[in-house]
Nanobody, 125 residues
Framework: QVQLTESGGGLVQAGGSLRLSCVVS????????MGWFRQAPGEGREFVAR????????AYADFVKGRFTVSRDSAQSTVYLHMDSLKPEDTAVYFC??????????????????WGQGTQVTVSS
């Protein structure tokens, strides 16, 4: 089993920055890929970024390229999402996810088995 715990969300003004953390516990040695997703009220869960446990397989959604950076610290079993130049439309609950397999894509929520509880990010205009 794998457990994920996000933190770091909050209220920030447009143009500001936040860093989300996802602490991973359990069978971390079996994890291949980690993803960040977000879900705004009334919307589906959408892909934000992904990174493999070894630090490769980096990918970002087009709407965050150049503003968000995903990284991981394997020694701390933590994955980060650093968010700069935040916009009101970035307001959502942000989730981290993990999967033990790799299909070369891993951009859909259905491709991830383990999920955290989410952390709220609110960007005011």
């Amino acid at each position: 089993q794998v457990q994920l715990t996000e933190s770091g969300g909050g209220l920030v003004q447009a143009g500001g920055s936040l860093r989300l953390s996802c602490v991973v516990s359990g069978l971390t040695s079996n994890i291949y890929i980690m993803g960040w997703f977000r879900q705004a009220p009334g919307e589906g869960r959408e892909f934000v970024a992904r990174i493999s446990w070894s630090g490769g397989a980096l990918a970002y959604a087009d709407f965050v390229k150049g503003r968000f950076t995903v990284s991981r610290d394997s020694a701390q079993s933590t994955v980060y999402l650093h968010m700069d130049s935040l916009k009101p439309e970035d307001t959502a609950v942000y989730f981290c996810a993990a999967d033990l397999s790799w299909n070369g894509v891993h951009r859909s929520p259905s491709e991830y088995e383990y999920w955290g509880q989410g952390t709220q990010v609110t960007v005011s205009s």
